[in-house]
């Protein structure tokens, strides 16, 4: 399903970050997203059930949420993980398209994956 | 030891009227603080970074030879950062730009960059938060969501604090524009759910109904412009929305000239709602010095400042610089990931008081002292008054402005 990518901060994400980026509390609180219930509905989503999320720049899994957001919106708070989602381009100004990216977003069995294994996979076949 | 009136070193509202507790050289616990700010204080020694080379823990000197190893060495570094740390090391981070002919770029770049493009172009009516506290009758919130970002902006400045002229909620007309329905928008009087990527669309609709012109604009913005109109002294806080969103500086630039239209019929202000604390510094330390507030470059021993080439997200992505030094900030978690493989292939050097993603990819870490807890120091509010960090703890490491002034030295030895 298509839906309209926004991302923002969430006081639940600030204050896990505070607490560290690499703790549980971080991965439990920013690899999200949160989706309308009857989208989750259609898609056949369970609260806490796993999303692939895929844009024309990349693609995550992440754990969805009920929001009272459009049905044609979903939202993911700041983080690695909506950054896996969005190109680099800035049209000269700086800022990437950070909101309102399209996305397709669909069922999955994969899990999450932490910001451990995110970044060993930058690492890898470092120059 | 308890510690009052502490500046909070979290978000562009400063508060200043935190009270810490320190028992045992640890913060046990924080008054007036938002769960933010009381997770910032009283985590502060979690997940703390230690020195070290290639993933190898090493001393603090060696760490410091080396990252002034790495600079030395480097035909084109960038230094990036800056916005969660004090004023005195934002000015030696620039010193050493200069010394090294870097690209320097602050976190405004991936934030409000795009306010200061609009406000290079059409200029902006200011006014402290302090006069939106005492006078503003009507405040509006456009493309952000200080329920959840900037917590107690609503109950300091803008909507429940007591006032010279308006001393309630009751006092004060509230309204919020955004895509989604957030926490923001259920405390407000009215809210407008509007479509994403149409903000520039909407207010240069807007200023054409002000000015007389037959526009289709939808009748809840009319309503919305007529109260805008007609206030006493009106207010638009705005963040993200505006700045990460199709149009970017050109939606700034639109809502910027709005007002001072607005000012043709009453008294009307404007305020970027800035997220880390010094941000705000980060800019006006920079322009201060270079004459220009981010993506500034020293190559050709004088600065040149121009977005899209000399900011950091457009410089890794094009693979344009053979080193970089992050001071107080993670573009790993904030920068698209096309990205992060050039910060992890290059030599990367990362201060900060604690393990973030960039520090888990760089070559050398060097921990420092988390200014604001550990360390004093001039941060900017987000309306741009300049607020003294206290220091309510000692850290077994230095400050930032510490540890870059000896970078500074041994890059000239």
């Known amino acids: 399903m298509k839906i309209v990518l926004l991302s923002g901060r969430t006081t639940k994400q600030g204050v896990a970050a505070e607490i560290g980026k690499t703790s549980d509390d971080y991965l439990q609180n920013v690899a999200l997203i949160q989706l309308n219930p009857q989208v989750m509905e259609k898609l056949g989503l369970k609260e806490g059930d796993t999303v692939e999320v895929q844009t024309k720049y990349g693609s995550c899994v992440v754990k969805c949420q009920k929001s009272d957001i459009d049905e044609t919106m979903g939202f993911m708070p700041y983080g690695p993980w909506a950054n896996l989602l969005i190109g680099s381009d800035t049209q000269s100004t700086g800022m990437p398209d950070s909101k309102g990216v399209e996305a397709e977003i669909q069922k999955t069995d994969k899990k999450v994956e932490s910001v451990d294994e995110i970044m060993s996979k930058i690492v890898e076949g470092r120059k | ?413």
């Open chain 2, 1 to 413: 030891m308890i510690y009052e009136n502490v500046v909070c070193p979290f978000c562009g509202c400063l508060c200043d009227d935190i009270i810490v507790t320190v028992e045992n050289g640890q913060i046990t616990n924080t008054k007036n603080a938002c769960a933010i700010s009381k997770s910032k204080f009283v985590n502060h020694h979690q997940n703390a970074l230690n020195p070290s080379i290639g993933g190898q823990e090493v001393s603090l000197e060696k760490a410091i030879d080396k990252a002034a190893d790495i600079l030395r060495n480097s035909q084109a570094p960038l230094i990036y950062g800056l916005s969660s740390t004090e004023c005195e090391a934002q000015r030696h981070a620039i010193h050493l730009a200069e010394i090294l002919g870097a690209t320097i770029d602050q976190t405004a770049s991936v934030c409000h960059g795009p306010t200061i493009l609009g406000l290079q172009d059409a200029g902006c009516v200011k006014c402290s938060l302090g006069e939106v506290k005492n006078r503003a009758d009507l405040v509006v919130y456009w493309g952000c969501n200080p329920a959840e970002a900037h917590m107690r902006h609503f109950r300091r400045y803008s909507v429940f604090p007591e006032g010279m002229f308006r001393k309630s909620k009751k006092e004060r007309e509230i309204a919020v524009v955004d895509v989604r329905k957030t926490t923001s928008a259920r405390i407000a009087n009215t809210f407008i759910k509007i479509e994403p990527g149409t903000d520039f669309e909407v207010i240069s609709l807007m200023r054409a109904h002000l000015k007389g012109r037959d526009v289709p604009l939808r009748e809840e913005y009319k309503t919305l412009l007529e109260k805008m109109k007609t206030c006493e002294f009106g207010i638009i806080f705005f963040g993200l929305g505006l700045t990460m969103s199709k149009g970017k500086h050109l939606n700034v630039n639109a809502a910027l000239r709005l007002v001072r239209d607005l000012n043709e019929y009453t008294k009307f202000s404007i305020t970027p709602m800035r997220g880390h604390y010094n941000v705000a510094g980060a800019g006006s330390t920079m322009a201060w010095v270079t004459g220009y507030p981010f993506a500034v470059n020293f190559s050709l021993g004088y600065p040149v400042h121009n977005p899209g080439e000399f900011s950091a997200v457009d410089v890794l992505a094009r693979k344009e610089c053979d080193a970089a030094l992050i001071i107080a900030s993670d573009p790993v978690s904030n920068f698209p990931s096309e990205t992060w493989k050039h910060l992890a292939d290059i030599p990367t050097i990362v201060m900060d008081p604690k393990v973030n993603l960039t520090s888990k990819i760089a070559h050398v870490c060097i921990p420092v002292a988390t200014a604001g807890i550990e360390a004093e120091g001039t941060a900017y509010r987000m309306d741009g008054v300049p607020l003294r960090l206290k220091k309510v703890l000692d850290s077994p490491w230095l400050s930032d402005a510490d540890v870059l002034s000896q970078l500074i030295e041994k890059v000239m030895a």
